[in-house]
C-alpha cells in the first residue's frame, strides 16, 4: 500500500462544476499537508497549504481530518484553466515529503 | 516564477555513466529537496540537504548522492545510470521552521539513459 493515495481519475467535468478530490496517507506522524497543481509537463505549483480548521482561497477549499487520515480539495465553479494534475503532499518531521500521484482533472466548455 | 532554477534542463546519458544536476534555490530559502518524477507517477523524494547536511533521505540507492553549498545551492549525482533512471529529476527549495514548510519547485532536468 502506498504512503499517500489518491483516485487518479480522470475527473472530466463541465464549467462551472465542483468538484473534489480526496487523499490518503498512512503515517500517523506526518505534521503538515499541501495540495499543488502541475500541468503536463511542467514542475509543481504549490495550491494550498492545509490546516487542520481548513481553509479556503477563493473557489478553493481545503480540509485536513487527523482521525481518519486524509485531505481533501474542493473546487467550486471550475474553470477551464483548472485543468491540470492536482498532487496532495504529506510531510513528517523527519523532513520527508511523500507525493500522491496525483487525480487528473479535465474542465470542459 | 519561483526563482529556483535548475541546469540543464535536457541531458542524455548512457547507461553506467555518471550525471551531475545542479538547483539553485530560492533566495531567503535554507532547505533543497530532489524528487525523481516518472510519467504518470508522482514526484518521488530522494533527499532533503539542510544547512549542508542532509536531513532525510527516501528509497533512492547510494549511488544517489548529493550536496548543498553554503550558499544554499544543491547537486544531485547519480553514479552507475540505469535506465529505469530516466525521469524528471526536480529540486525544490524552501525554508524550514518549525514544522511546516511549503516547497517551491524548479522546472526540472529531464534525464535519459539509453
Known amino acids: 500500500r502506498k504512503e499517500v493515495e489518491q483516485d487518479p481519475g480522470p475527473f472530466n467535468v463541465p464549467e462551472g462544476a465542483t468538484v473534489a478530490f480526496n487523499c490518503t496517507y498512512s503515517?500517523?506522524?506526518?505534521?503538515?499537508f499541501f495540495w499543488y497543481r502541475q500541468d503536463c509537463r511542467k514542475e509543481p505549483k504549490l495550491l494550498m497549504s492545509?490546516?487542520?480548521s481548513g481553509n479556503e482561497d477563493g473557489r478553493f477549499t481545503a480540509q485536513l481530518n487527523r482521525a481518519s487520515q486524509y485531505i481533501s480539495l474542493l473546487i467550486r465553479d471550475s474553470k477551464l484553466s483548472d485543468s491540470a494534475t492536482y498532487l496532495c503532499?504529506?510531510?513528517?518531521?523527519?523532513?520527508?515529503?511523500?507525493f500522491g500521484d496525483g487525480t487528473t482533472l479535465t474542465v470542459k466548455p | 516564477e519561483t526563482g529556483v532554477t535548475q541546469s540543464p534542463t535536457h541531458l542524455i546519458k548512457t547507461r553506467g555513466q555518471q550525471v551531475t544536476l545542479r538547483c539553485s534555490s530560492q533566495?531567503?530559502?535554507?532547505?533543497v529537496s530532489w524528487y525523481q518524477q516518472a510519467l504518470g507517477q508522482g514526484p518521488q523524494f530522494i533527499f532533503q540537504?539542510?544547512?549542508?547536511?542532509?536531513?532525510g533521505r527516501g528509497n533512492f540507492p547510494p549511488r544517489f548522492s548529493g550536496l548543498q553549498f553554503p550558499n544554499y545551492s544543491s547537486e544531485l549525482n547519480v553514479n552507475a545510470l540505469e535506465l529505469n533512471d530516466s525521469a524528471l529529476y526536480l529540486c525544490?527549495?524552501?525554508?524550514?521552521?518549525?514544522?511546516?514548510?511549503?516547497?517551491?519547485f524548479g522546472p526540472g532536468t529531464r534525464l535519459t539513459v539509453t
Open positions: 525544490a527549495s524552501s525554508f524550514t521552521s518549525g514544522r511546516s514548510y511549503e516547497q517551491y
Open positions: 503532499v504529506v510531510n513528517t518531521n523527519a523532513g520527508k515529503s511523500t
Open positions: 540537504y539542510y544547512r549542508e547536511e542532509e536531513n
Open positions: 492545509v490546516y487542520s
Open positions: 533566495s531567503g530559502h535554507n532547505t
Open positions: 503515517n500517523s506522524a506526518s505534521q503538515s
